[in-house]
């Protein structure tokens, strides 16, 4: 079990998730690709599952495994890429941004397909 970070993410890398972590388990690609997005990532292994970033999330992107959306199944597995190809990645630095509206997170998950 633990949390995964889903494409609701990508484009808003507010990182209001890696201030509040209290193992810094978020880490980003050191070189973003199609195939690796700009966004974050959860190692599997480091996350003690809290639950902390979730409500820290403003844009309702972080899902505890068991109950990512259908649609996000593809996170879950690309999460964990940051535990078996850690060479890809960094550590998150906390990187804050302002929060978005009610209607801009609803507009990304309608982008989404949620
Ligand atoms: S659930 Fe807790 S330990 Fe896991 S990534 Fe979120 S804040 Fe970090
Ligand atoms: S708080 Fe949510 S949207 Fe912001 S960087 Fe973390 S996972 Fe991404």
């Known amino acids: 079990m633990a949390h995964v970070v889903t494409r609701l993410c990508q484009e808003n890398k507010d990182t209001a998730c890696v201030a509040v972590c209290p193992v810094d388990c978020f880490y980003v690609a ?3 690709t ?3 997005p700009d966004r974050l990532y959860i190692s599997v292994s480091e996350c003690i599952d809290c639950g902390a970033c979730i409500e820290a999330c403003p844009w309702q992107a972080i899902y505890a495994d068991s109950d990512v959306p259908a649609q996000f199944a593809d996170d879950t597995p690309l999460n964990a890429r940051c535990d078996t190809e850690r060479d890809l990645f960094d550590k998150a630095v ?3 941004k302002s929060p978005p509206s009610p209607e801009e997170v609803a507009a990304n998950k309608t982008k989404w397909g949620l």
């Open 34 to 36: 199609e195939d690796l």
């Open 94 to 96: 906390n990187e804050p």
């Open 30 to 32: 050191k070189s973003p």
